[in-house]
């Protein structure tokens, strides 16, 4: 007998010792794997920051060990998400700033300024979120009871989309504008010969900022991580970077401090930065891929910045602008073209749409796999949706709920025919990349599942769905937040599906978003963020 129990233990040491030391093991769950066949797994082993075996949790548990050992106890697993377009920097800096979203008069924005000078003390009060859409009175603001309240501390606050400006008269005086003074790709609005305080796009770059501090700019970065991944997001594309924003962020990364996956789109709005980029070549490493060029097309429709065929349906003789020359267009696209870097354009109104897309295809050509990018593709005239067969659309679903109120009396019944029209575009390119644009949305990305999905408000409006011929399935959905979206960034290969060799970035939830009934997508919480295996957020 006692041979026998020395035997067992002989045994059992043995089969141990077989077994491979790993750092991570996860089982006992319900796993989506977005892999080509969108299959789902209940366990996975996870060394040196990547994912080496999935199977079900009895073959695991056989052929692996680990001191780190995480029962999911059949919660739901997904990919790390990715959100194919956001202001992640901007988000960060927001923090330091007044925080205007949500507001639902100018009399409130007029509060939420006063509270926070008493707090702050500013010198120069900055800050963003507003939205009169979201106001009784859908009007512009002006900006007198500014200069009541504050006649000598500049005051400058960005509309939500970021494409319009509330300044008071202090900030007017600080930036040296006049009514006179001359815009390209934009607008000083006037009324009655005197300046209201709101600046449209390219106007708004007469206003003088304070610099951001080093300090400043750390803490906003650091903020922003962690917002994103308590919402489970592992790599963030943030549409538009100077070269100091970049290369700050580079230098987090190095020294660890921070962890986000960034894929940087470089600000095209400088011709020097262009230069640079295009001759410094690609940088790739396991947490920043700079390899793209943000290009503003036009502004945004909340603002009537959108460049339009036809005018406003609301504003007689208004069309928007495109934000430089057509012909400006065509020479970044071909010096962008000639190199290996891929080009993402803003692009709201159809008439921005129309010449983006005659311009990719013309610098094109024939050639394929260059991933060039339309940001938005928010209103597409029928007959361009054909050229995004090379085209690929980036798009942020919460965009459609959120404009869907007021978007037809802006454009009209016949163009709302292909306006937010996500599965027409699907259907164009075989992908989308999905977004949500924060700070313009909330980071949440199971509202933008929400939006993809059931295109409603979350007071289950309308109750039908808004333009439901162009939801997307929950399968696509989830495509386009993490497979797609990797795709987007030539970064399929290591991230954006839950398969051996690729970063072991993934997420715990509270419940199936897969299954849940949806309306309680939107109360979809993370439990749990890993980033290379690690554990970045547990709630």
Not at 107 to 120: R, Y
Not at 215 to 232: H, V
Request: neutral net charge; charged residues 25%; proline residues 2%.
């Amino acid at each position: 007998m006692k041979k026998i129990f020395i035997l067992f233990i002989f045994s059992a040491i043995l089969v141990s010792c077989q077994k491979e030391k790993v750092d991570l093991i996860v089982i006992n769950s319900n796993t989506y794997l977005v892999n080509e066949k969108f299959e789902n797994a209940e366990a996975f082993a996870v060394k040196d920051g990547k994912f080496i075996a999935i199977s079900t949790t009895k073959e695991i548990q056989e052929n692996y060990k680990s001191d780190n050992v995480v029962d999911a106890k059949n919660q739901t697993i997904v990919p790390g998400l990715i959100d194919a377009h956001c202001h992640f920097y901007g988000l960060g800096l927001q923090q330091q700033k007044v925080d205007l979203t949500g507001t639902k008069s100018y009399d409130e924005v007029l509060d939420k300024i006063v509270a926070f000078q008493k707090e702050k003390n500013a010198t120069f009060i900055s800050g963003r979120g507003w939205d009169q859409n979201d106001w009784d009175v859908k009007e512009f603001p002006t900006k007198e009871k500014l200069d009541k309240l504050f006649p000598t501390t500049p005051i400058a606050v960005r509309r939500v989309d970021g494409h319009a400006l509330l300044v008071n008269q202090a900030a007017i005086d600080l930036s040296g504008i006049t009514t006179d003074t001359k815009v390209t790709g934009g607008e000083i609005i006037i009324q009655n010969g005197k300046m209201t305080g709101v600046l449209i796009d390219a106007a708004m770059d007469f206003i003088k900022f304070p610099e951001t501090s080093n300090k400043e700019a750390i803490q906003g970065l650091l903020d922003a991580q962690k917002i994103a991944f308590s919402y489970g997001l592992t790599t963030v594309d943030d549409a538009g970077l100077d070269r100091n924003t970049i290369e700050l962020i580079d230098d987090l990364q190095k020294s660890n401090k921070l962890k986000m996956r960034i894929y940087a789109m470089i600000s095209g709005d400088k011709q020097e930065q262009i230069d640079y980029y295009i001759k410094k070549g690609i940088t790739k490493t396991d947490r920043l891929n700079v390899r793209s060029f943000k290009i503003y097309g036009d502004g945004a429709l909340g603002s009537r910045g959108a460049a339009m065929r036809k005018s406003y349906t609301d504003r007689e003789n208004h069309f928007g602008a495109l934000i430089y020359a057509p012909e400006r267009y065509r020479e970044i696209a071909r010096q962008i073209a000639a190199s290996e870097f891929q080009m993402n354009t803003h692009a709201i109104g159809d008439s921005a749409n129309t010449w983006m897309l005659k311009t990719y295809k013309e610098v094109l050509k024939d050639t394929k796999n260059r991933r060039w990018r339309i940001e938005h593709a928010q209103i597409i005239s029928t007959k361009d949706f054909q050229d995004f067969d090379n085209i690929l659309p980036s798009v942020q679903p919460t965009h459609a709920t959120s404009d869907m109120y007021w978007a037809e009396a802006r454009i009209g019944k016949e163009r709302m025919k292909g306006a937010y029209a996500y599965k027409t575009l699907l259907n164009k390119y075989g992908k989308i990349a999905l977004g949500t644009d924060f700070p313009v949305e909330q980071v949440n990305p199971f509202l933008t599942f929400y939006s993809a999905t059931y295109r409603k408000d979350l007071n289950n409006f309308p109750e039908d769905g808004f333009q439901m011929e162009n939801s997307l399935s929950r399968k696509e959905t989830l495509r386009g937040m993490t497979i797609w979206a990797a795709f987007s960034n030539f970064e399929e290969q290591e991230k954006g599906s839950i398969e051996v060799g690729k970063f072991a970035d993934f997420v715990i939830l509270n419940q199936d978003i897969m299954s849940v009934d949806g309306g309680k997508i939107p109360k979809t919480n993370v439990v749990s963020t890993f980033l290379n295996g690690e554990k970045v957020y547990s709630k």
